[in-house]
């Protein structure tokens, strides 16, 4: 079945350095690709999404690009603050499942002033 | 981008009694919802998905007479959580679906004591 595999974490930066978080995925087909956010105590928010191969989606300075032949849709940002300290999830919407979610384990980053 | 709310966001109970979470889609009819679960730390565990109108579909593990779901109305779901025990004590995520995009609550915080 689809599967998606995310860094462990928690990933600690100091503000202003350069974010990887790695994602990797496995599915049938052509699955699109999302990346969410979940602040503390609230829910999950869409971070940005990509929906075929070599697209790139990007949102709040924060970009990921659909890597095809590597399964991968890694999220980068070049210069973290303090906000975005939070617990980022990806995901795989695969066809073949309906469209329902397949979300990774999570990636906790925290971002020191 | 298209809201949906949860009610309530925390909720403590005795063990032993039910509780009801709301789940709302404000501004679009949602075709589909989901009910996740989210322990400290972890990942979302989808629950169950629900379809207006029709039985809830439980995911492997789930117990349907423990975990209740009606889908009322292409806005409105509800999880009802019943003879609740400290186990049951997590982090409760719904989320609405229109035709395209899969949006999230703020999650509702339960802790049984």
């Known amino acids: 079945g689809d599967s998606v595999t995310q860094m462990e974490g928690p990933v600690t930066l100091s503000e202003e350095a350069f974010l990887t978080i790695n994602c990797t995925y496995t599915?049938?087909?052509?699955?699109?690709l999302f990346w969410y956010v979940q602040y503390p105590g609230e829910g999950l928010q869409l971070l940005l999404k990509a929906t075929k191969a070599d697209d790139k989606g990007s949102n709040k300075g924060f970009e990921a690009t659909y890597r095809k032949e590597t399964t991968s849709f890694h999220l980068e940002k070049g210069s973290v603050q303090v906000s975005d300290s939070a617990v980022y999830f990806c995901?795989?919407?695969?066809?073949?499942?309906?469209?329902?979610?397949?979300f990774g384990g999570g990636t906790r980053l925290m971002v020191k002033p | 981008g298209a809201v949906v709310s949860q009610h309530p966001s925390r909720v403590i109970c005795k063990s032993g009694t039910s509780v009801k979470i709301e789940c709302r889609s404000l501004d679009f009819q949602a075709t589909t919802m989901f009910w996740y679960r989210q322990f400290p730390k972890q990942s979302l565990m989808l629950m169950a998905t629900?379809?207006?109108?029709?039985?809830?579909?439980?995911e492997q593990g789930v117990e349907k007479d423990k975990f209740l779901i009606n889908h009322a109305s292409l806005t409105l779901s509800t999880l009802t959580v019943t003879s609740a025990h400290p186990e049951d004590s997590s982090f409760y995520i719904c989320s609405a679906r229109d035709r395209v995009e899969q949006f999230f609550g703020p999650g509702t915080r339960l802790t049984v004591l």
């Open positions: 629900s379809n207006e109108g029709s039985k809830a579909t439980y």
């Open positions: 599915a049938t087909g052509y699955p699109s």
């Open positions: 995901a795989l919407s695969g066809h073949n499942a309906g469209n329902m979610l397949t």
